[in-house]
């Protein structure tokens, strides 16, 4: 017997615009457990992650709004801001 089976692709939702997109179109932002935040480009590190989009409009969002602080339980300092950032901008 054959089965046809269809391979769920995972999604998540963008903290900046709130788009439900495919998890690969995203990046994560990671909270490790040592504490420390970083871009996560693989999706894979250990930790507690938020994604958003790949534009820089929906990281200024999602940081206005505090919604990366929110989800990663914890605030997150300007020089890290500004690390994201220029990860982000290197990412594209």
């Keep these: 017997m054959e089965q046809n089976t269809v391979k769920k692709l995972p999604v998540r939702q963008c903290l900046g615009c709130n788009e439900h997109k495919?998890?690969?179109d995203?990046?994560?932002?990671?909270?490790?457990p040592d504490g420390?935040?970083?871009?996560d480009r693989t999706g894979k590190k250990?930790?507690?992650?938020a994604y958003i989009c790949l534009?820089?409009?929906c990281l200024k969002k999602a940081r206005k709004n505090r919604r990366i602080d929110h989800v990663l339980n914890c605030s997150i300092p300007d020089d890290i801001w500004?690390?994201?950032?220029?990860?982000?901008?290197?990412?594209e």
């Design 26 to 32: 995203l990046v994560r932002i990671v909270r490790s």
């Design 82 to 91: 500004a690390r994201i950032e220029k990860d982000l901008a290197d990412h």
């Design 55 to 57: 534009s820089p409009d």
């Design 22 to 24: 495919l998890k690969k």
């Design 36 to 39: 420390t935040i970083s871009l």
């Design 46 to 49: 250990s930790g507690r992650g």
